[in-house]
């Protein structure tokens, strides 16, 4: 898979969201279809792509509830767990923005730091789309 930004250029973005902000824990951008495409220092391989997958799926079924029911474009997915919140956005053409952050954070300012992110760098955190296999039968 191409991306249009360097893994490094994107690690960096997401290491600078988690040092910012106190109560987020790991950051990932992910393609659509849930592939891992950066994550921030930490979070090891294994867990970014189960991350990845995980994401992508939440945010596939938000979008379908916004289609059935004529709720409009999927802005934001927040998952509260018992000791931890779930952030996905859209963050570009073809990819996602995901956040791992504490119990005691500050919902809306993690919300607001992802949209700043997003604003400012969504062009380098999309996803290129792939060409597509040639499945020929015999």
């Known amino acids: 898979m191409q991306q249009t ?4 250029d994107l690690t960096w973005l997401l ?7 106190k109560q987020a824990e790991h950051a990932i951008v992910l ?4 592939l891992l495409m950066a994550s921030s220092a ?7 792509e189960h991350l990845a997958a995980l994401a992508a799926g ?22 509260e767990m018992e000791s931890s919140f779930l952030f996905v956005t ?4 073809g990819a996602c923005l995901a956040v ?5 954070t500050d919902v809306g300012l993690i919300a607001y730091e992802m949209a700043m992110l997003v604003t400012r760098a969504g062009k380098y ?13 015999k």
């Open 5 to 8: 930004a360097s893994i490094a």
């Open 100 to 104: 791992l952050a504490s119990e005691e």
């Open 125 to 137: 955190l999309a996803s290129r789309t792939r060409p597509a296999e040639n499945h020929t039968e």
């Open 42 to 48: 930490g979070l090891g391989r294994d867990d970014g």
């Open 90 to 93: 859209a963050a570009g053409h």
């Open 15 to 21: 290491d600078d969201l988690v040092g910012r902000v």
């Open 58 to 79: 939440i945010q596939s079924l938000a979008r379908g509830a916004g289609k059935r029911f004529r709720g409009g474009p999927v802005r934001q997915t927040i998952i």
């Open 31 to 34: 393609s659509v279809d849930g």
